[in-house]
């Protein structure tokens, strides 16, 4: 069974920059699709950002394309997202989660995951 640990999370001002770990532990970790989502109060989690496998291709929501990046950090079971030019619309609980498979595609779907993390809070202010 896998487990995630979301970190990194805090307030900055708008065009600032933070970065994001989720710290997994587990076997499928590594051939598995792994993803962030976020949630911001009342509205409903969104997806932001997937890697597919490790080594492999990344997507990412038109909202976020550009300013942010997902990576994947094997030899630590981690993995980032390196959140850059950030924006107040940005403010939400980031999710990491991780799915038992991979998915080359609809991986924008929350109902592909099979693990969540507990989230870890961002602020921009303006």
């Known amino acids: 069974q896998v487990q995630l640990v979301e970190s990194g999370g805090g307030l900055v001002q708008a065009g600032g920059s933070l970065r994001l770990s989720c710290a997994a532990s587990?076997?499928?970790?590594?051939?598995?699709?792994m993803g962030w989502f976020r949630q911001a109060p009342g509205k409903e989690r969104e997806f932001v950002a997937a890697h597919v496998y490790s080594g492999g291709n990344s997507g990412y929501a038109n909202s976020v394309k550009g300013r942010f990046t997902i990576s994947r950090d094997d030899a630590k079971n981690t993995i980032y997202l390196q959140m850059d030019s950030l924006k107040p619309e940005d403010t939400a609980v980031y999710y990491c989660a991780a799915s038992k498979f991979y998915w080359t595609t609809d991986y924008d779907n929350s109902g592909r995951y099979d693990y969540w993390g507990q989230g870890t809070q961002v602020t921009v202010s303006s």
């Open positions: 587990g076997s499928t970790f590594s051939s598995s699709t």
